[in-house]
């Protein structure tokens, strides 16, 4: 078992949200104050490097044109880290690679933090929530099959090390590829795609990258794993998923006492409850397929929209969003997900988010670590590695850090 | 009154055919076609009326390559070929009057006049405000507004509807998105082409269409030779199905005349 700090980067300082439409895309930047936001970059980083000291993993994600998650430029964020931090795996979930015009690009921002790093990076992918296509102007229909020609062509990049290759798909062209740096990780970092559809699943366990999940609870996580077994499987793979290749997001706050331990985990559920965005943005045409549109019409609800009603601590936990309490309750849990699901190998931390301050942050983080973690690890141990690249300089050495001049 | 499926480059394209006498091709905009529609019959009681429902419309398929109303076009050319038709009226609306001005700029001799009725596919105003209002950035309620003079009665209200006509309309959403969404509801080539249009061509426009703009229309026109404008009254976007009568009773003198 693998856990992961992951902070969106949020810029909790908003007016009162009956005073806006969408807290996404059309929120006007003014209300952001640089000054602040500064402030909340560095504390970011710094908890980060925090959950770093403590044991974990660092994850980071990108979205655009929103006040939810300030960090647009992931890539950035991840170079900053890739210097600042020595040990930590650096998992980016990810480039939005639909959205996003140049992949070639975007293997040559990954295989420069890979080198930087000394190996440490975790290349993650994502097709982007709807609220993405705004910003990005980018075409909603057709986004599916952008994200796969992307991302083979990105590994592409990545794994061809004899000169120049020419690429000519539906949706990229590209008449001479040769990236400097190629990727520490021979061939490639490890991959990850995420999604929240069983369908979706279906498509990365054919190609066996790490399947990722967001708040999908006992129901829907089940669902999603499900269908990456049964692409595994398609794929002519023989035996179960190794739990390495799955991983769940949840809300995570541990604290020594139950009352602390909610009073943050309240704080976390901004996460769910700012999330106000208006249908024409969260559903553009053609992000669902029209069956899943349909279904919505006649009154199908996606699950977050019912749980945001009527948000509670209890709830998110009753759903399996949250793993909230005592290192005793947050184990215990943690335990009736991973068990209903059929078990996963990494536990992605969502353990920042609106007003949980700094020093709450980092007593969910330490506490997580502490007392939650060695548990974890002992009671869920890794399988054998599916995927274990090779350093390029054939020491086996990934985690080194840079030791100065 | 007939629809039969014809394939075209591949595509099974679905072909609605009512009337007899000279041929009049009917381009459907982004709402799609229902033999519904109160146009068919004052149009189809004098023309050989030809109706296909666009790629990814109604049910005709939808293959990876088609992405651009100017893919749609080239295919019509063949649809015409194929139907043995050597010059036609065409009417296109909204979507369809793009497909049908990309049509004329490329074969000019095949039409004998053309009707645009308030077409999307030219951008004439500043590059920082759209032409087009960004009807996928807006709540239905406020497109409904735009679309209709009086939404009240005509925005469609979806429990009404069966679940196969729903999936159509949803179709319908998603491939008007793909074919629309860069460049917004335009081709950059078109402008420069539509010079080449020789038909007598007549643009219309619903009085309280919030979409396509009088002064937007006007513009469109110019870039056409000689081409005319009508306005119908009480009517917004879709004036062919808000206002029939009065539409038919503008468009029909035109194309008789």
Known sequence: MRAWHFSENAYPYLPPADTYSSIRVTLPNKV??????????????DEWLIAEEAGLDIMLNEHHQTATCVDPAAPLMLAILARASTKARLLILGNPISNRRQPVRIAEEMAMVDVISKGRLEAGFVRGVPYEILPANSNPVRM??????????IVKAWTTQDGPFSWEGNFFHHRSVNIWPRPWQQPHPPIWVSTTSPSGAFAVGERGYVQATFLTGFEGTRQVFDGYRRGWQKAGRKGPVPIDRLAYAALVYAAPTQKEAYAGAEKLLWYVTANKVPPHIANPPGYVPVAANLAMMRGAEHPLSGFKKNASVEAAIESGLMFAGTPDQVAAQFKKVYDYVGGFGHLLIMGQAGFLEHEDTVLGIKTFAREVYPRLKEAYPDSTP???????????????AYSGP | MKTSVIKLAGVDVEVFEAGSGNPLLWLHGANGFAPAHPFVKPFAERRRLVVPSHPGFGKSDLPLWIDRPDDIAVMYLELLDRLGIAKTEIVGCSLGGWIAAEMASMAPERFAKIVLVAPAGVKVGPGDKLDIPDIWALPQEEVNKLVFHDPAKMAVDPANLSDEQLTIMLRNRETTALLTWEPWMHNPKLKHRLHRVKAPTLFVRGVSDGLMSAAYVDAYAKLVPGARTATIAAAGHAPQLEQPAAFAATVLPFLDG
Do not use: C, M, Q, V
Request: hydrophobic share 30%; glycine share 10%; proline share 5%.
């Open chain 1, 144 to 153: 599916n099959e952008r994200h796969w020609e992307a991302l083979d062509l």
């Open chain 1, 32 to 45: 952001y104050d640089p000054a602040k936001g500064a402030d909340l970059y560095h504390r970011y980083i």
């Open chain 1, 386 to 400: 599916s995927y274990t690249p090779k350093a390029a300089d054939g020491t086996g050495k990934f985690a080194g």
